[in-house]
């Protein structure tokens, strides 16, 4: 049998199962086997790896983990996949579908009951781009520790994951992504390497932990939303920014002034000049004063 993930077999599994992509769930399926190679080699995929796989779709991505990895436990939401993906990957006996919304999942108790064996737990997915960003974000704010994230999203937002700052993708995303990962575009993937094609070019992107951060926030979720309150306008200045997140009485005013006094910074910069370490010395110190 060839396999998945060739323009022929996938248009030949669609038309056997009378199947439409379903725009809603982000259903476009790799037709690329080269790009898929890339992918698993992107993660380094090896038979000691425990693969968690988001949305298998008809099953080529789940096909070329499955030759490599140990493990491969796939989420997929749609039910009408099942039965596909149950004769797509019948001869692989390392592969699990849970019918599941990943965003419900509790990796790490799946993770503990599914995974047996210990060896490194990676994400290796072609992700549903309407949920990109919660779903990333849910990986990193879970307690399932990843040995690597591996996984294709749109360009657009891969380049905010990896920006730098001073540059105009330089954000909120990129702050708490790279606070928490070693980010990186692996490489970029066009539009025709996909059944049916999504408007957008892709990349891929490879997020490892970052261990022992010297400077480290004292309050993630209060550190997410101080950095989010200052880039929700991201045409005003820092000042403003910062008077819309904590208010503009007299009191917070010069609270606010000691702070930026204290930095060294300037109240005219723009939110994207300052860089990850300057956010999380003034969410720490925000937090200090208890606002
Ligand atoms: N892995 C396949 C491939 O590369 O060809 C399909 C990838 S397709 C871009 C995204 C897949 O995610 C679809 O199969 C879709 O049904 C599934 N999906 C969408 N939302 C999901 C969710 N919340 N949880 C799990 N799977 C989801």
Redesign the pocket.
Known sequence: MPDI?TPARTQAILNRYHLSA?KS??????TDLNILQKIVDAANVSDADNII??????????EQLAKRAKKVLA????QN?LHVLDDTLAEYNNVKVIN????QANLPQTISSEFEEKGPVKVV???????TTP?ILDLLKGNANFDQIVV?MQKEVADRLVAKPGSKDYGSLSIIIQYLNNTEIAFEVPRTS?IPAPKVNSAIVSLSSRENIDNPVFDFDKFCGFVRGCFLHRRKTFWNNLQGLFGKTPEIKNELKLALQNFDIDAGIRPEKLSIDEYVELANYFHDKKM
């Open positions: 993930a379903k769930l982000g259903q476009n399926f790799l796989e988001i949305g298998p779709g008809i099953g080529g991505l789940t989420f997929e939401i749609d996949l599941q919304d990943i965003l997915a072609n992700l549903p781009y309407y949920i779903i294709m996909f």
